[in-house]
């Protein structure tokens, strides 16, 4: 319901303002301190997750972001204690567990770095992160509305029971015919369960434009939708970093710091989540 | 409820023993009472100078052009003045007591005409009031307007110590207050949301309007709910004359108002209507999307008004106004409503009463259409009725004593969402509302001592009273939610009492020329939930309650003040210090919509604002307006937020130059021009970044620690009228106006935008609303 106000909102205000414009100036916003950056996650699937460790930089840095190579990365489910390595050591900054992890509902996950240099005057940093359970997919569904935008639009539909009793946080993704679409942070779609809890819903979770090639559908495309269950502060991040860097003076507040789960001050999110899948055949 | 009890029978005691006193204390003295009002129409005056020559004393009008003045007996030469108008000099034998109605003739703008200004206009030099602006309608019709759309707030906006909060916003902050710090008066109803259109248009249609007054500080004792301002917007009575129609068709609306008569002298209506047709235009746009929208607003004014006799005058008066906006996929809605009844009572001639009725309602909803599984609708409203009574007693020529109560109930809906339909998933949610009593008794005089120095003291007690139904939140002290309360309907589960001195002086040095000074406290028990600059119509307002203190705001002020050149021109320097405690704002991240926790997102603090004004104000025959300078700073310290260190406010801009003037070249043209200047407002830059899944996340510097670039404008318009012919009483005039003659693009905002081609670049891209924007309207009367 809050999506749905935000786009009414926001097509009413780009009603209003059909005679603004837009240009590009050049601000110098100076320069600020290097702080350590985690993203990565860990979920239920049996795979290799990675986790990248980077360097904050100038704003208008426009390069990557600096690697951090080189450092000691641990996880840990309370009970297991797992090594992550180094894709190209001394090079990629990404780490890996190995192929066969696979989070398990209910742990606590902890992500522990041993920096070889110190970053923002800490050489070591932790983040954990609970695994909560997600309710079952039970399919998904895809359906063509003409009427939206100039080629129309594909809404994917989810059906599932929410469990009562609980608060849930769910993130949708998406992939046609096995490629990832919501493939970065700002793609995916987050929801609480505030005004469905204890429905069974049949909603709409994403919609696809159908005038970009990275998101239209034809009649005989696998689709598959997965549902994650998310913990609140990982909903907070995905939110926050989905509105920032828009400013509106109607319906912005402040800009402020994305709130991560990373101590020490470092920024960034290491998350774990559980998954359950639905596939259909667009018809 | 025992409280005004205990008031009312104050009241009334009093009442009688003033009217019992009146008799045996006046072998010697008498009272000259009345009304002013214009000759060709019949509207009372309001603030017209009333002067005794022989005395070199006087009084003025109150806002429904009553006068009363009680001397010894005697001759007097009187002068009624008022700007704009001739003065009326009459002369009086003074040994009963007498009624004296006055008719005063308006000016029309004749070369040749040259006027004797012996007359005493000096009001503003004598009286012991500052920090406050008063404006015609007239002056406000002639400043140029944004798609000719003459606007109020927009004017109020050029003010001293106004700063309009962004660009095309309703908005304002006044001396350093946040927008809803201000209190909206339209014929004493409050009005909660003064936008149409997210803002390009207030809410008061023109034509509907008689007078505006602003008061920025030295706030009269009769006011209060406030930190900031109270900016008083009286509605036109309606000729009592004769049938007016006065209309204009712009490029964005048309408007339409009828006056008249019911009965002669007696008894007089208006009705002013307006609605915008800009969605017109969005049948012409080559996006075929926006075709099928519906975006306008509309509003409708209307009073009556009926002098039962000498000692009674009724007024019934209400504003209904909508914003509409519609498509296929969603319906938005939302307005204020207003009603006042109001009933003027002279018990005796010394003491003019008035009661009012007052009731006010702003509400929106929006929602998607049925039969969808997302259908639904959200509701949210504030609905206040209530009453009030204000007596002054106009003593003796040194005393003008002022009291009233006034108790409102105030019902806040914050929000109540529902699916609709029977396949919509969607369950109700409802933020829990609560309702309020707020009441107020405030007693002030105005009082002369000797002809140098004259004080004007009060006292304001106010009390807010929550009441249930409601369910209470209890925070800990990290504002996390941990327990709740259910309130019944009418338990009163808080109340806030305080005191609120006022205190104002004005020291005359000579005939043209004062040193005044004030103190104000005032105290605000309701406020907006706005984390946004500018305001939307989703913005409501929620009240003090266990968990969130009023606002609590102290002011101290002086300034000069001399006239020159016959009164023709003002002058003024203010210097002002204001201190404002249990301020809201919010912490990081705040959501305000749909949330039943609101108050753990609230952060409280202080904040602190000074500043000088300068200005000067022109009256002369063919040039009016004004100019002025302010240098006004604004911070809020609040814990939590940009880690508990002092920081500017969004209104802070330090340098303020408005330019307001008109020329009267001949008869029929005149020409008027603007120049407004502003520091960039504060905002809150990325410093540094990070990437995240793809995505470029911004670090921010301290709050507010950047500006946009410098804001200034300039407007430009000229208006060509009509030969008046004798005998023809159509008239017509067309206006042209010119918006940022020199396209300006002044900030509305800046965003960071990260590159579509390569994800590791990122600009800053300023957002300009308005570029150079011509408009013409046709005004039309007979």
Redesign the interface.
Same mark, same amino acid.
């Given at each position: 319901? %809050?999506s +749905?106000?935000k786009?009414?909102?926001s &097509?009413?205000?780009f009603?209003?303002?059909?005679?603004?414009?837009?240009? %590009?100036? +050049?601000?110098n916003?100076?320069?600020? &301190?290097?702080?350590f950056?985690v993203?990565g996650h860990v979920a239920t699937d049996t795979a290799a997750y990675e986790i990248t460790l980077?360097k904050?930089?100038?704003?208008?840095?426009?390069?990557?972001?600096p690697k951090v190579v080189n450092a000691k990365v641990m996880l840990s489910d309370g009970d297991t204690n797992y090594t992550l390595h180094e894709t190209e050591p001394g090079n990629s900054g990404i780490y890996t567990t190995s192929p066969s992890f696979y989070g398990k509902i209910g742990k606590t996950y902890t992500l522990s770095v041993q920096l070889a240099d110190p970053i923002g005057g800490s050489g070591s940093y932790s983040v954990s992160c609970a695994l909560v359970h997600v309710a079952h997919l039970d399919s998904t569904k895809a359906v063509f509305h003409s009427?939206?935008?100039?080629n129309g639009a594909w809404e994917i539909?989810a059906y599932a029971q929410d469990p009562a009793n609980e608060v849930n946080y769910y993130m949708f993704n998406f992939y046609r015919n096995g490629v990832l679409i919501t493939?970065?942070?700002?793609k995916v779609r987050v929801s609480d369960d505030?005004?469905?809890?204890g429905?069974?819903?049949?909603?709409?979770v994403l919609y696809l434009n159908n005038s970009r090639d990275d998101e239209k559908l034809v009649p005989g495309d696998r689709i598959t939708l997965v549902m994650s269950g998310i913990t609140k502060e990982y909903f907070?991040f995905v939110q926050?970093?989905q509105e920032?860097?828009?400013?509106?003076?109607?319906?912005?507040?402040?800009?402020?710091?994305?709130?991560g789960n990373i101590n020490n001050s470092g920024?960034?999110?290491f998350a774990a989540y559980s998954n359950s899948y639905a596939s259909a055949i667009v018809k | 409820m025992r409280f005004c009890t205990v008031v009312f029978t104050l009241l009334i005691l009093f009442i009688s023993y003033c009217s019992a006193g009146d008799e045996p204390d006046n072998t010697s003295k008498h009272t000259i009472s009345g009304k002013v009002t214009d000759k060709s129409n019949g509207e009372g005056l309001i603030g017209a100078a009333v002067f005794i020559k022989e005395l070199n004393t006087g009084t003025s009008t109150n806002s429904y052009g009553f006068y009363s003045i009680t001397l010894p007996v005697g001759q007097y030469s009187l002068i009624f003045s008022y700007i704009g108008y001739h003065n009326s000099i009459t002369s009086i034998q003074l040994h009963q007591d007498i009624k004296l109605n006055i008719e005063m003739e308006q000016k029309h703008e004749t070369l040749k005409e040259v006027e004797v200004t012996s007359e005493r206009l000096d009001k503003n030099v004598v009286k012991p009031e500052m920090s406050t602006f008063k404006m015609d309608i007239k002056t406000i019709q002639k400043i140029p307007a944004l798609f000719g759309e003459v606007d109020i707030i927009k004017a109020i906006q050029m003010l001293p110590g106004v700063q309009s909060v962004s660009e095309g916003s309703s908005g304002f902050s006044v001396r350093g207050g946040a927008p809803d710090q201000n209190l909206i008066l339209l014929d004493d109803a409050p009005v909660y949301n003064a936008s149409h259109l997210l803002g390009f248009f207030s809410v008061f249609n023109n034509d509907a309007i008689k007078d505006v007054k602003l008061y920025k500080g030295d706030i009269p004792a009769n006011y209060g709910g406030r930190l900031s301002s109270v900016l008083d917007i009286n509605m036109k009575e309606g000729n009592n004359k004769e049938y007016e129609v006065d209309g204009g068709i712009g490029l964005i609306s048309s408007r339409l108002t009828i006056e008249g008569p019911i009965v002669k002298d007696k008894a007089s209506f208006i009705v002013s209507g307006r609605r915008t047709y800009a969605d017109l235009f969005l049948g012409l746009s080559s996006n075929k999307a926006l075709h099928n929208n519906q975006l306008y607003f509309y509003d409708l004014n209307a009073k009556v008004n009926w002098e039962i006799n000498e000692n009674n005058h009724i007024y019934l008066s209400g504003y209904f106004g909508r914003d509409v906006f519609k498509n296929s996929f969603a319906g938005f809605k939302w307005g204020n409503e207003t009603g006042t009844f109001r009933w003027n009572h002279l018990f005796t001639k010394k003491i003019f009463a008035n009661f009012t009725f007052l009731y006010s309602d702003y509400l929106y909803n929006l929602g998607t259409p049925d039969g969808n599984t997302n259908s639904f609708v959200w509701n949210s409203s504030l609905q206040d009725f209530g009453v009030k009574g204000d007596i002054s007693y106009y003593m003796n020529t040194n005393n003008t004593i002022r009291f009233g109560i006034s108790i409102t109930q105030h019902a806040f809906n914050p929000g109540k969402a529902n699916g609709i339909g029977s396949q919509s998933y969607f369950q109700d949610y409802v933020v829990p509302g609560t309702q309020a009593i707020e009441s107020a008794a405030y007693a002030s005089n105005e009082e002369k001592f000797g002809n140098h120095l004259t004080l004007n003291y009060g006292l304001r007690f106010s009390m807010f009273q929550s009441v249930g139904p409601t369910t209470l939140y209890h925070y800990n002290s990290n504002y996390i939610a941990i327990d709740s309360s259910i309130y019944k309907s009418w338990t009163f589960y808080n109340t806030y009492t305080g005191l609120e001195p006022r205190l104002g002086a004005v020291y005359v040095l000579n005939e043209l020329s004062s040193i005044k000074a004030s103190y104000t406290r005032t105290l605000q028990y309701l406020q907006l939930a706005q984390n946004s600059t500018a305001g939307t119509p989703l913005d409501f307002w929620f009240p003090a309650s266990p968990n969130v203190k009023p606002q609590v705001a102290d002011q101290v002020a002086t300034g000069y003040f001399r006239n020159f050149r016959k009164n023709t021109i003002e002058t003024s320097v203010e210097v002002y210090y204001k201190w404002m405690n249990d301020v809201i704002d919010f912490k990081d991240n705040a959501q305000l919509l749909l949330n039943k926790q609101l108050e753990g997102e609230l952060r409280i603090g202080k904040a602190w604002s000074y500043g000088a004004e300068f200005l000067l104000r022109l009256n002369e025959r063919k040039l009016n307006g004004w100019v002025s300078y302010t240098y006004s700073r604004t911070f809020r310290q609040i814990p939590t937020i940009n880690n508990g260190a002092y920081y500017p406010a969004p209104y802070d801009k330090p340098n303020n130059i408005s330019i307001v003037l008109n020329y009267q070249l001949t008869k029929r043209l005149g020409i008027s021009a603007n120049w407004v200047y502003a520091t960039g407002t504060p905002v809150t830059f990325p410093t540094g970044r990070a990437i995240i899944g793809g995505k470029v996340i911004p670090i921010y510097s301290d709050r507010n620690a950047y500006r946009y670039p410098d804001y200034h404008r300039m407007d430009l318009s000229v208006d060509y009228a009509c030969k008046e012919k004798p005998g023809n009483k159509f008239k017509w005039d067309l206006n042209f106006s010119v918006y940022n003659v020199y396209d300006r693009h002044n900030t509305w905002t800046i965003n960071f935008v990260q590159d579509n081609i390569d994800p590791n670049v990122t600009y800053a891209e300023r957002t300009y609303l308005f570029g150079i924007i011509p408009s013409v309207t046709l005004n039309f009367h007979f």
């Open positions: 319901m %809050k +749905t106000l786009a009414i909102i &097509y009413l205000f009603l209003v303002v059909t005679v603004s414009c837009t240009e %590009k100036i +050049t601000i916003t100076g320069e600020t &301190y290097v702080r950056v993203d980077t904050t930089a100038d704003y208008f840095y426009n390069a990557p972001s009427e939206f935008g100039k539909l493939d970065s942070i700002h505030k005004l469905i809890n429905s069974y819903f049949n909603g709409s907070d926050q970093v920032s860097g828009f400013n509106i003076p109607f319906f912005t507040g402040p800009p402020a710091n994305i709130v920024i960034g999110f | -």
